[in-house]
Each structure stands twice: as structure tokens, then as C-alpha cells.
């Protein structure tokens, strides 16, 4: 069975920091890219991060530039997102997705373009 389940998720103050894993199991991702995407009560899904998982080559929202890193494990089959500075709008569900041939940008920040995604996990950062 394939599937992607995240962990990492919790409560922290404004400025803090946290650790996502996503879980990746049941097939091998090459030439997949791995992203997350993160959703807030009332919103859409917004996109946040996205890694091809060969290459290693990311991508992220502007939102996220400069204080979220993805990162891969291979070994591991594990996709991290590690996020720093984090402020009370950074508080979200927040998904691992995978899908094929995504190689730009603009391909990976599309929610449509992931045909996996795992159950989400939740993060919330206080004033």
C-alpha cells in the first residue's frame, strides 16, 4: 500500500520552530517530487515547499522562502520541511504530497499536479 504520513506537528510560540517528516512508503518516488502544502480553516490549499526527489532540486512559496527548508532522505524514505521563525499565519494542516513529473515552479506549487497525499498533521503557532 502506498502512502505518505507526516508527523512533526504541534503547538509553539511565535518565533519558534519545527521539524515535518513525511513518511513515504509502498513504492519507490523516482522522478516524483515530494511537496507540502499546508491549509488554514476557511482557506485553500496553499503551497509551501516542493523537492524532486532525484535531483534535489526545491522549490518554495514566497511565503516560505527564507525560513522553511525541505530536504530528502533517500535512505530514509522520509521528506523533512523544517520551518524557523514561524509566526501565528504559519498555523495550518499541513500536507506531503508526491507526484510525477513535476520540474518547474510553476508545476509544483499546483495542488492538482500531486496524486498522493498524506493525512496532514496539524501546526499551530501562538501570538
Known amino acids: 500500500q502506498v502512502q505518505l504520513v507526516e508527523s512533526g506537528g504541534g503547538l509553539v510560540q511565535a518565533g519558534g520552530s519545527l521539524r515535518l517528516s513525511c513518511a513515504a512508503s509502498?513504492?519507490?518516488?523516482?522522478?516524483?517530487?515530494m511537496g507540502w502544502f499546508r491549509q488554514a480553516p476557511g482557506k485553500e490549499r496553499e503551497f509551501v515547499a516542493a523537492?524532486?526527489?532525484?535531483?534535489?532540486?526545491?522549490y518554495y512559496s514566497d511565503s516560505g522562502k527564507g525560513r522553511f527548508t525541505i530536504s530528502r532522505d533517500k535512505a530514509k524514505n522520509t521528506v523533512y520541511l523544517q520551518m524557523n521563525s514561524l509566526r501565528p499565519e504559519d498555523t495550518a494542516v499541513y500536507y506531503c504530497?508526491?507526484?510525477?513529473?513535476?520540474?518547474?515552479?510553476?508545476?509544483?506549487?499546483?495542488?492538482?499536479?500531486?496524486?498522493?497525499w498524506g493525512q496532514g498533521t496539524q501546526v499551530t503557532v501562538s501570538s
Open positions: 504530497a508526491a507526484g510525477p513529473l513535476i520540474t518547474t515552479y510553476y508545476v509544483a506549487r499546483e495542488a492538482r499536479r500531486y496524486n498522493l
Open positions: 509502498g513504492r519507490t518516488f523516482s522522478g516524483y517530487s
Open positions: 523537492i524532486t526527489w532525484n535531483s534535489g532540486i526545491t
